[in-house]
């Protein structure tokens, strides 16, 4: 049993606040006490959207303030010079894992799109293999989605179903979620602007097959420019014409949708993911939150990678949210966007544990100090998560009742020896 004990402010759900103590069962026989006095707690914060592999590709030459169609060649060279192999994605995916957690990250989407030219079904199993891994070893939980950028239809299917075998071998009985929640497999096209039809419904095939979530992208302007260009409709047509417009699947970016698209997104029970870290240094624009939320979605928020974003920092990513928010509509309330980081991230994995210490809560938790100069003077510690301190990391986080990070450092792995792992690879590059 672990005791947090003597929180200044407990942030149990969305809209369920308390101060005091708070019991997490991890299913241990011994009592464990940490003080979080002067400390706000809150849910694990939950990263709806990331690209790992990007971790080791951060402020590249050619990649800032260009148009996505130079970014992503630029992108794509890197990874080639580097070389595709387990080593590189452990490292990376440790990189960008150990990252989240000391910013309270507790689970995070790896939405993997770049897969090596020529590459068996077999070297796609031992890549995801060594994300898992990786990800696993520095304390984190995550949801590996096998996504496609281009790929033949049929070798990304045969691939998916490939992985979802050798990572979580009873998928469909669990719908692709490990014994002890520490791993999800989903699928998911990066969007209708590089992946066909026949894309979409092969991987909708493997994802019926073993009760799988998925995941795409939409709706940032330059998807709807080529959609347009190259379909003569709107990606949110095509998607909804090749059945991605559905309960189970989650769509990223959303920056350029209508008041009737909104409608159509709510109607049809998918949800959504904000990514303004991404979005906004790309040009792609804001997701219109306000009303995506009042038309009844749920909300997640991803950072997306690092070679858009450069940093795997969820809680700034959730300052920049609401601070954007107000140039497409109402300023969003800070305890909305921790809702968006915590409970609707996890909505949109299917992960009714996560992002919430209530009953059935998976016990992931964050203990933030507030007790310095960079608080003081805050009224609402909750609100002062977001309004102060941009650069504000956690001092503990718990994932599954257990310590991963204590007194701002990893339990499970050493900072130096992960940075030289990955520098010491990528100079082999």
């Known amino acids: 049993m672990l005791t947090i004990a003597g929180a200044e402010r407990i942030l149990i759900d969305v809209g369920s606040e308390r101060d005091g103590d708070l019991l997490i069962d ?21 990263n709806a959207h990331h690209h790992l592999l990007q971790s080791a590709f951060r402020t590249l030459p050619g990649t800032r303030g260009v148009p996505m169609a130079d970014w992503l060649p630029a992108m794509a060279a890197a990874y080639n010079r580097a070389g595709h192999d387990p080593e590189l994605y452990a490292a990376a995916a440790a990189i960008g894992a150990a990252e989240g957690l000391l910013c309270g990250v507790t689970t995070v989407a790896d939405h993997h799109l770049n897969w090596p030219h020529g590459a068996s079904i077999a070297d796609t199993v031992d ?26 239809p049929e070798w990304a299917a045969q691939s998916a179903e490939a992985i979802v075998t050798a990572l979580v071998p009873d998928a469909a009985e669990t719908g692709g979620i490990s014994a002890g929640g520490m791993l999800q ?31 795409t992208q939409a709706n940032e302007q330059v998807d709807t420019a080529i959609a347009l260009d190259r379909y003569g409709k709107r990606p949110l047509d095509l998607l909804e014409e090749w059945g991605w417009l559905e309960p189970g699947v989650t769509v990223a970016h959303l920056c350029d949708v209508t008041d009737g698209e909104i409608s159509r997104l709510a109607a049809a029970g998918v949800t959504a993911t904000h990514a303004p870290g991404c979005d906004v240094p790309m040009g792609w624009g804001i997701a219109p939150v306000a009303r995506l939320l009042d038309a009844g979605l749920a909300v997640g928020l991803g950072t997306s990678g690092g070679g858009s974003n450069d940093a795997g920092h969820l809680l700034a990513d959730a300052r920049l949210a609401m601070q954007v928010s107000a140039l497409v509509g109402p300023q969003l309330p800070a305890r909305t966007v921790l809702g968006m980081a915590t409970r609707h991230s996890a909505m949109g994995l299917g992960r009714a544990e996560l992002g919430h210490l209530g009953d059935g809560s998976a016990g992931d938790a964050c203990i933030w100090d507030v007790s310095g100069v960079a608080d003081a003077g805050v009224d609402d510690p909750v609100a002062g998560l977001l309004w102060a301190a941009p650069g504000r990391r956690p001092r503990d986080v718990i994932v599954g009742g257990r310590p991963v990070v204590r007194d701002y450092r990893l339990v499970d792995a050493d900072e130096q020896t992960l940075v030289a792992r990955l520098h010491s690879r990528l100079a082999r590059g």
Request: charged letters at 25%; a positive charge; aromatic letters at 4%.
């Open 127 to 152: 890549l995801a293999h060594a994300t898992a891994v990786a990800v696993r070893a520095v304390g984190g939980r995550l949801v590996f989605v096998r996504g496609s950028a281009r790929d033949d």
């Open 26 to 46: 991890d299913g241990r026989a011994d009592a464990t006490t940490i003080d979080a006095t002067g400390c706000v707690v809150t849910p694990g914060l939950v």
């Open 185 to 215: 497999v989903a699928v998911g096209p990066a969007g209708v602007h590089s992946d066909s039809r026949e894309t979409f419904a092969a991987l909708a095939s493997v994802a019926r097959r073993f009760g799988l979530r998925r995941r």
